[in-house]
C-alpha cells in the first residue's frame, strides 16, 4: 500500500470534487505499493484554499528515487475542441493542455532549482474517470499519458509503467523535502477537530434517520445501541420533529451533565432534565420544596412525586427516557405516566454503560432496536475494547477515524500517578489537542479520587465542577485549562482528547469492564489510558504495542 502524505486523508467530511479525488486517494493507496509516495492537498490542513498541490496538480506521485508523476484529475464532462479538452465551470472554462502544461513546467523548474534535486525526472499524467476522449489527436495531450473511463481501472499500473520503483536515489531525501515545503505540511489538530466531530455527527446520524421511518402504532420503541451509535441524535431528532409539528416532547435522563448537554443542544420547547430534576420540579410546584438535608432525601423526594397525580401542564405527546439502563421499574412508570395515550415513546440505552448495577427495565409489547457500531471513536480504540469484551458483546468498530493516538501509561503509587497524569496531558498537546479538547476522567468516584483535591498538575490548572449553579441552571465550574471529571459525570458525554486516569482493579470483573468501556469510548480522536501496574497486567497490552 502507498504511502499517502498528508495523512488524515480518510477521516474528512467532503463533497464534490474534493470527494472524487478522496476516491482516488483510496484507489492510489491500494493499486502502488509501499515503495510509492503520494503527495495530495484534499485537506483539512488546506481546504480553505483548493484541492490542488500546486497549481493545477492534484497528486504527486515519488517513487524511490526520488523521481515524480503529477496528476491532475478532471471529474465529470469535459469539452473536446479544435484547441483540446477544455473543462467548463459556472463562471470559466480551462484549457487543460495549457494549464497543464503551464503548471508542469513551472514545478519543475522550481524543482531542478532546488540543490540534491536537479536530476529528479518529473512526468504528467490527465486523469478524467468519468470521460472518454473520443479524439485524442487533438485532445492537446499525449493519448499514453491521458486515462480516461476507458482505462481508469488500469491507473495503478500506468503509473507504475511510466513510474517504475527503481533504486532508491540520494536525490529522493530532497525531493521530498521540496514537495513537504510546497504542501506547506503543518497540521492544525484544532480544525482537524471540527471536521472529525462533524464527520462523526454525520455518518452516526444513520441511526436517526433509519430509526425514525420505522412506523407501528402504539409507538413504543427501545433502542439498544452502543456508545457512539447515534442515540444522542435519534433524540434529538425526536424532540425537535415533535416540536416542529407543535407537540410537546418530554426529555429524561439519568445524568445532570447529560442533561445540561441536551438542554444546550435542543431546540426552545418541551421539557429536558433528569428523572430526579423531574420530580424536584413537580413537588416544588405543588409548595411542597424537598429537603435535601435528610438522609433518606432521594428516596422520600422519588416516594413523594409518585403520589402526585400528573395536570395537564405535565402531559407529553412524545417521551424520550435516555440512558434507560440506569433507571428501574419505578423510575419508568413514574416518566411514562406523563405520556398522552397516542404519544410517541422512546426508550434508548446501553447494557455496557450501566455502572449502578441496575437490573434491565422490562418493557412489554415495546419495539426494540439494536445499534451495534460505534462511530464515535477511533477503531484502534474499538479494537482495543473488543480484545476485552465477552464474545458476541455486538460492538462494532464502524468510526471514520481508521487511525487515532492510543496509548497507555503505567504507574506503581500516588506520586507517580501525578507524574503519568502529567505526561498524559503532554502527550495531548504534543499532538496540537487545545485545552478545550482535552477532558481528564478519573476511573474513581469524586471522593475516592486521588486527583480531585489537586486544582493543579505541573504546569495544568484543573477545572472541576463545583456542585454549583447559576440562576439560569447552568453548572459552575471553578477556574482551569484542563477538565477534571469522573466517568461517572461524563457518561453521555465526549471530547476530541480524552486522559482516563486512576485505571485500578484487581480483577477486570464486569463492573470494572464497564467503567473502562465507558470512559474509553469518550475519546473521539485520542485515548490516553493511565492505568496501575495490577490493572495492566490484564489489560493485554503486548497484543497493542502501546508506548509505556
Known amino acids: 500500500m502507498a504511502n499517502i502524505l498528508p495523512d488524515g486523508w480518510r477521516a474528512l467530511q467532503v463533497t464534490g470534487a474534493a470527494a472524487r479525488e478522496i476516491e482516488t486517494l483510496a484507489e492510489l493507496a491500494e493499486a502502488l505499493p509501499d515503495a510509492y509516495t503520494v503527495y495530495h492537498a484534499v485537506h483539512w490542513t488546506q481546504l480553505e484554499h483548493g484541492f490542488s498541490v500546486y497549481g493545477e496538480i492534484d497528486f504527486v506521485v515519488v517513487n524511490p528515487a526520488g523521481d515524480l508523476l503529477l496528476i491532475e484529475q478532471k471529474s465529470g464532462f469535459l469539452v473536446e475542441t479544435a484547441d483540446g479538452l477544455v473543462k467548463r465551470y459556472a463562471e470559466k ?40 476522449v473520443r479524439q485524442v489527436e487533438t485532445a492537446g495531450i499525449a493519448p499514453q499519458r491521458i486515462v480516461d473511463a476507458r482505462r481508469k481501472t488500469q491507473l495503478g499500473a500506468i503509473i507504475q509503467g511510466i513510474l517504475p520503483a527503481a533504486e532508491r536515489a540520494s536525490q529522493a531525501t530532497e525531493v521530498h523535502r521540496f514537495l513537504r515545503g510546497v504542501l506547506q505540511l503543518e497540521t492544525d489538530v484544532s480544525a482537524l477537530v471540527g471536521h472529525a466531530r462533524a464527520l462523526v455527527t454525520r455518518v452516526s446520524g444513520g441511526l436517526a434517520h433509519w430509526a425514525r421511518q420505522l412506523e407501528f402504532t402504539p409507538h413504543r420503541l427501545r433502542v439498544i445501541g452502543t456508545a457512539g451509535s447515534g442515540k444522542t441524535q435519534l433524540a434529538l431528532a425526536e424532540f425537535a420533529a415533535a416540536l416542529a409539528v407543535g407537540r410537546r416532547p418530554l426529555y429524561v435522563c439519568y445524568n445532570r451533565p447529560l442533561a445540561d448537554h441536551f438542554s444546550h443542544i435542543a431546540p426552545a420547547g418541551g421539557w429536558v432534565g433528569t428523572f430526579h430534576m423531574l420530580c424536584d420540579q413537580r413537588l416544588r410546584e405543588q409548595g411542597v420544596p424537598p429537603d435535601f438535608t435528610q438522609p433518606d432525601a432521594f428516596e422520600r423526594l422519588i416516594d413523594e412525586a409518585a403520589a402526585l397525580p400528573p ?24 416518566v411514562l405516566r406523563h405520556a398522552r395515550p397516542q404519544a410517541r415513546l422512546l426508550w434508548l440505552e446501553d447494557p455496557m454503560q450501566n455502572l449502578y448495577a441496575r437490573p434491565p427495565v422490562a418493557l412489554p409489547g415495546w419495539v426494540s432496536l439494536h445499534a451495534r457500531g460505534n462511530y464515535r471513536s477511533p477503531r484502534p480504540v474499538v479494537r482495543f475494547l473488543q480484545s476485552l469484551l465477552p464474545e458476541g458483546a455486538g460492538l462494532e468498530a464502524a468510526g471514520p477515524l481508521g487511525a487515532g493516538g492510543l496509548e497507555l501509561l503505567v504507574y506503581r503509587d500516588a506520586v507517580e500517578l501525578k507524574e503519568r497524569v502529567k505526561e498524559a496531558i503532554r502527550l495531548c498537546y504534543a499532538a496540537g489537542y487545545r485545552r478545550d479538547d482535552l477532558a481528564l476522567l478519573s476511573f474513581r468516584g469524586r471522593e475516592q479520587s486521588l486527583l480531585f483535591p489537586y486544582s493543579q498538575l505541573g504546569p495544568h490548572t484543573l477545572r472541576t465542577f463545583t456542585g454549583r449553579y447559576d440562576l439560569l441552571g447552568h453548572p459552575l465550574f471553578s477556574e482551569g485549562d484542563v477538565l477534571l471529571e469522573t466517568v461517572y459525570r461524563f457518561k453521555g458525554q465526549s471530547a476530541a482528547a480524552v486522559v482516563f486516569a486512576e485505571i485500578d482493579f484487581e480483577e477486570l470483573d464486569e463492573k470494572a469492564l464497564r467503567k473502562l468501556f465507558v470512559g474509553a469510548t469518550r475519546a473521539m480522536m485520542m485515548l490516553v489510558l493511565v492505568v496501575s501496574e495490577r490493572a495492566a497486567g490484564q489489560l493485554r497490552i503486548s497484543d497493542f504495542g502501546f508506548r509505556m
Open 93 to 132: 472554462e480551462k484549457r487543460v493542455p495549457i494549464q497543464l502544461a503551464r503548471t508542469v513546467a513551472a514545478l519543475r523548474g522550481k524543482l531542478h532549482a532546488r540543490p540534491g534535486c536537479q536530476a529528479a525526472h518529473v512526468d504528467y499524467l490527465l486523469y478524467c474517470p468519468d470521460y472518454t
Open 311 to 334: 395536570t395537564e401542564a405535565w402531559r407529553f405527546d412524545c417521551v424520550i427516557v435516555d440512558e434507560g439502563q440506569d433507571f428501574t421499574e419505578a423510575w419508568r412508570d413514574l
